[in-house]
């Protein structure tokens, strides 16, 4: 007799959307990475400095192609079910480094953002967290079809913000942290294992998919 094993845990790959080795935006990564194992998923856990990629130059791309560091964060991407970014926040906005790699990634067909669901988290020495890199984050995001959880997690002072174990120092802000790991977790487990009917979200321009429309209840 065969026992049928479900379809096993969510696979999230987590992303430090940063270059230095000592950013807190990686600290943060760490310890979302180390929530979402003990929340039950399969973490893939990344840093930016993975996947090196010039400047977008759409005269490069049609001479020599994709850069490796592009073709390889598609395949982590496509690896994954899910996504978390870390990101700093530059300039009250997205980092360069962050969002040349998405536009190189989102080059690619089939483009690996579309359907994919993400959790935007932040840290920042700032007394808002970095929260206002993260609005500007889910634009581009959102336009390639990227459902993005409504709920992001910025750590304000965050150069305070960590014990030497790289917990959260405030109990209430490692609370949060975990509740809203848990609850994307959830949602993703929702959308992904347990779907009833198909739905399309966003339509990427030039993308189609040939998929009927329904729909199905929201939770």
């Known amino acids: 007799m065969t026992t049928d094993t479900g379809p096993g845990p969510v696979r999230v790959l987590v992303l430090g959307a940063a270059l230095r080795a000592e950013s807190l935006n990686v600290r943060l990564a760490s310890l979302t ?105 889910r634009i581009p995001l959102e336009h390639l079809g990227t459902r993005v959880y409504p709920d992001m997690f910025s750590l304000p002072e965050a150069h305070h913000g960590f014990t030497k174990d790289g917990e959260l120092a405030h109990p209430g802000a490692q609370e949060r942290l975990a509740e809203t790991v848990a609850g994307f977790l959830h949602l993703v487990e929702a959308d992904t294992r347990y779907i009833c009917l198909r739905r399309r979200w966003y339509e990427f321009p030039g993308d189609h998919t040939d998929a009927p429309v329904t729909h199905r209840a929201e939770g």
Not at 113 to 134: D, E, Q, Y
């Open 33 to 137: 990475a180390r929530l979402l194992v003990e929340a039950g998923a399969e973490v893939d856990l990344a840093h930016m400095r993975d996947f090196d990629m010039p400047l977008y130059d759409g005269d490069a791309e049609a001479a020599h192609g994709l850069p490796q560091g592009a073709l390889a964060l598609f395949d982590r991407l496509n690896r994954a079910e899910a996504f978390v970014i870390s990101s700093p926040e530059y300039n009250a906005s997205v980092p360069g480094v962050l969002k040349n790699a998405i536009d190189w990634v989102s080059r690619i067909r089939p483009q690996p953002f579309k359907t994919k669901h993400a959790l935007l988290v932040s840290a920042s020495p700032s007394l808002i967290g970095g929260n206002r890199g993260l609005w500007t984050l």
